[in-house]
């Protein structure tokens, strides 16, 4: 009876001891405080008045107590940290270790050397998925394709909330290689890719029959906004009397550069957008110049338009400036923060949701056309889609002449 009761006290310590190593992702983030008590009540460390700073000391003083192999401080601080934030279930918060910081900043405003892909988190499948090749980039020469998995980089295993470490380590030094494995449909292709200095982004126009104009970018980065009014003067200069904006596969990017896109459009002191935090708390973001931008104008969209795409479509169409062709938007009416820590390394956080002009929500819903045109069956993307094929383009230029 005696060795029953030693041996189910055994068990206890061992599940005790294998929950520690297990749950070793939240490990202290501040400071440690050690507990020098032998008899420490295990139980307490599950009473629901403990605070989880104290929690997290008694898992770090029976890690430090029973764990057999070596303790790296650091990475366990760093596990704890992506434990806890994971722990919110928000795709879109994340921590950046500071080691990556540097690099996430610099793609955000878009300058980097890489292979020239834009990438989102698959929640479903947890995995990483290219939303479009940058044109004219080494991923598009090699042939990755819009909705290829990225399932290792270098050998190493990632999953979709692993999304800024895997785009850090794609990145590199120039000239250097970056060896992909890619699942395409149920198919496993590796790709060997040399990184460039790449050229993100390019707000490109040109002008359609019937004096049409047409710009095309992929996401809003530093200098969008300047870029996309360079562009428009250009057209305009060769005498277009209408305009088509394609946000198709614009995942978004920097709002105050959708905004101030919004603002050639918009009288001054028109509501663009309206953004609500935690508390509920709104503020109104408004048009701070004179439009310079009055003729019909066409928004693509399809449900690869996102985020800053979504804003500057929504805002547009609310207020009357324009009319959008093709198919629903991808839905994220949320809006997310980068903030710098003491240490260096970084939390993107989401803090408010926006709405459009007309105060619509459209955070997993999308916005619907005023024309819903799929493309052909035939066409595999719209980046590969050839203008004759194109249903969208040719019902915008169709609704314009």
């Known amino acids: 009876m005696e060795e029953k009761k030693r041996f189910k006290i055994y068990k206890i310590i061992m599940l005790v001891v294998l929950v520690a190593f297990i749950t070793f992702l939240l490990t202290s983030i501040g ?16 009473s629901s008045d403990v605070n989880i700073q104290t929690t997290l000391d008694k898992y770090k003083s029976l890690i430090n107590k029973y764990y057999l192999g070596d303790i790296d401080e650091e990475k366990l601080k760093e596990g704890a940290i992506k434990g806890y934030i994971e722990a919110l279930d928000d795709p879109y918060t994340e921590y950046i270790p500071k080691e990556d910081m540097k690099d996430y900043l610099e793609d955000t405003m878009g300058n980097f050397i890489g292979i020239g892909i834009y990438i989102v988190e698959n929640t479903e499948k947890d995995k990483i998925q290219v939303l479009a090749p940058i044109k004219d980039s080494p991923a598009e020469k090699a042939g990755i394709l819009p909705g290829d998995l990225i399932i290792s980089v270098d050998g190493v295993e990632y999953k979709g909330s692993e999304m800024s470490v895997a785009s850090t380590k794609i990145k590199g030094k120039e000239k250097s290689i970056v060896k992909l494995e890619i699942l395409r449909g149920t198919e496993t292709k590796t790709f060997e890719i040399e990184r460039e200095k790449i050229i993100i982004n390019p707000v490109e126009g040109k002008v359609l029959e019937n004096k049409i104009g047409y710009i095309v970018f992929s996401s809003f980065d530093e200098n969008t906004a300047e870029d996309f009014k360079a562009k428009f003067e250009e057209l305009k200069s060769q005498g277009i009397k209408s305009l088509i904006i394609d946000l198709r596969n614009n995942g978004g990017g920097i709002v105050t550069q959708a905004l101030k896109i919004a603002d050639y459009f918009v009288e001054k002191g028109e509501v663009l957008l309206y953004e609500v935090d935690k508390n509920n708390n709104e503020e109104a973001k408004k048009a701070n110049e004179d439009p310079i931008i009055n003729m019909p104008v066409i928004i693509l969209t399809n449900k690869n338009t996102a985020s800053s795409s979504e804003i500057l479509a929504g805002c547009l169409k609310d207020l009357g400036k324009a009319k959008i062709v093709g198919t629903t938007t991808f839905g994220k009416g949320i809006i997310q923060s980068v ?29 619907e056309p005023d024309e819903i045109v799929e493309l052909p069956e035939t066409v595999e993307s719209v980046l590969t889609v050839e203008e004759k094929d194109d249903t969208q383009l040719k019902k915008a230029i169709e609704m314009l002449k």
Not at 31 to 46: A, E, G, H, I, P
Not at 347 to 361: E, G, I, R
């Open 339 to 367: 903030l710098t820590l003491s240490d260096g390394s970084g939390l993107k956080v989401t803090t408010q949701k926006y709405l459009t002009p007309k105060k619509v929500d459209i955070n997993e819903k999308g916005i």
């Open 31 to 46: 400071m440690y405080r050690y507990f020098t008590n032998k008899n420490m009540d295990v139980k307490n460390l599950f």
